[in-house]
């Protein structure tokens, strides 16, 4: 199958990487894509933003499936276009998008799929929205309604920066017209865990759970990112609970959305807070996340291509996901600011050295070649993913490798996995000690 993938950054590298390994993808093409995406695909250029631009490439390369990764494509209905020629395409129309595109909607739609999620209340006008923060209590989560790169929620304790985030919103209007509504909602306290699920339309099969860090630094300190880190599978979220999940989430979406006229076809995916009173939904993304593609896809044994081609043909039904029984741990290395302002083209050395270590691959997200030089060109650069037998391993494995790479102001957490190897190292001195699993210090 000639495919064509969309996108340009460390998530839609491992999608190449597995696309590549598909037996099914005999020619792929991506756009705008990366360096990293180069080692797989040839590269077309493309306005990712412009439906029409995303359109016309498809005409001439007239690909047998197409992959979309990112989600602002999708929102604004780039996947119609291509449907409207008669292609098949994993990734959502328009309308379906709209569970990520606008987080009133995703509300609506949970309300009348039942599905447990935080109390909350669309506003428009500032006095109202404070009214019902003030009723919640803090910490306050104040979120723009639409679209924000990932920067339209601010969660906090001070109830002046709250009223300050809805001001920015309702009347600096510094979101544009994705902050002209904005969303309130109750704090949710636990571990967040990313589960997604490839939809038919019809079927829905979640994938292996896997967790992102968000935010800047270690022991999520500092601002919100985009993520700088992910591993797979989740020890908080063992496999009872994903099919939990995915019957009372993934399911009731998929069949609120065929049955209003917008079947889902593509990644959908639920951000979950594992809360005292269990699983509630946070958010929904319409697309695989960024960084935790870049821990699951090495560990999917599934074919991706096909997997992709059974969704965008509506033949899911029967299918299944198989996954390695590995860990993966996958390390996200930024520019000097990242998240706020960087300067690029700063010369990356050490990538070959690095993917030589077992396990190890290196996706490229914010990098560009200059004068025959790999050289960073965004905030987020490169993701180190690793697979081990253990969280240990792959965790060892993945630092090891994203020593080896350096720049001038490269910065990473060094805590991404610990959770995980905790969690691995407790339930082996569980079982080692069974009768000391009660209470505090569970070591006889
Ligand atoms: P989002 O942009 O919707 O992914 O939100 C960014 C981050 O804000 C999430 O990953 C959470 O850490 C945090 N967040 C969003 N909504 C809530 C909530 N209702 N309760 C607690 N934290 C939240
Ligand atoms: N990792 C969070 C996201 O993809 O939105």
Known sequence: MRTLLLGSGGRESAMAWALGRSSVVS???????????????????????????VDALAGRIDPQLVVIGPEAPLVDGAADLLRARGMKVFGPDADAALIEGSKSFAKAVMAEAGIATATARTFTT????????????????IKADGLASGKGVVVTEDRSEAIDAL????????????????????????????????SDGRTILACDPAQDYKRALDEDNGPNTGGMGSYS????????RVEEISQEVLNPVVDVLASDGSPFVGALYAGVVLTESGPRVMEFN???????????????????????????????????????????VSVVLASAGYP????????????????GIAGVEVFQAGTAVREG????????????????????????????????????????????????????????????????????????
């Open 340 to 355: 706020g302002r960087y300067v690029g083209g700063m010369p990356i050395h050490g990538l070959e050295d690095a993917a």
């Open 27 to 53: 020619e792929l093409i991506a756009a705008p894509g990366n360096p990293g995406v180069a080692e797989f695909a040839a590269l077309a250029e493309v306005e990712l933003d412009s439906p029409s631009s």
């Open 126 to 141: 500032v006095a109202e929205a404070v009214s019902f923060m003030d009723e919640l209590g803090p910490p306050f989560v």
């Open 167 to 198: 001001e920015d919103r309702l009347v600096r209007g510094v979101f544009g017209d994705a902050g002209r509504r904005v969303v309130v909602e109750e704090f949710l306290s636990g571990q967040e865990v990313s589960i997604i699920g490839v």
């Open 233 to 240: 599978p989740v020890p908080a979220c063992p496999p009872g």
């Open 373 to 444: 030089d790999l050289v960073t060109a965004g905030g987020r650069v490169l993701s180190v993913s690793a697979l081990g037998d253990n969280f240990e391993q792959a965790r060892n494995r993945a630092y090891q490798a994203a020593s080896r790479i350096y720049w001038d102001g490269r910065q990473m957490r060094s805590d991404i996995g610990a959770r995980a190897v905790e969690s691995e190292s407790l339930s082996r001195s569980m079982s080692a000690h069974p009768a000391s699993g009660e209470g505090r210090g569970a070591t006889k």
């Open 286 to 328: 319409a697309r695989w996340g960024d960084p935790e593609t870049q821990a699951l896809l090495p560990r999917l044994r599934t074919d991706f291509g096909e997997l992709c081609a059974a969704c965008a043909v509506g033949e899911l039904a029967g299918a299944e996901l198989r996954w390695r029984k590995e860990a993966c």
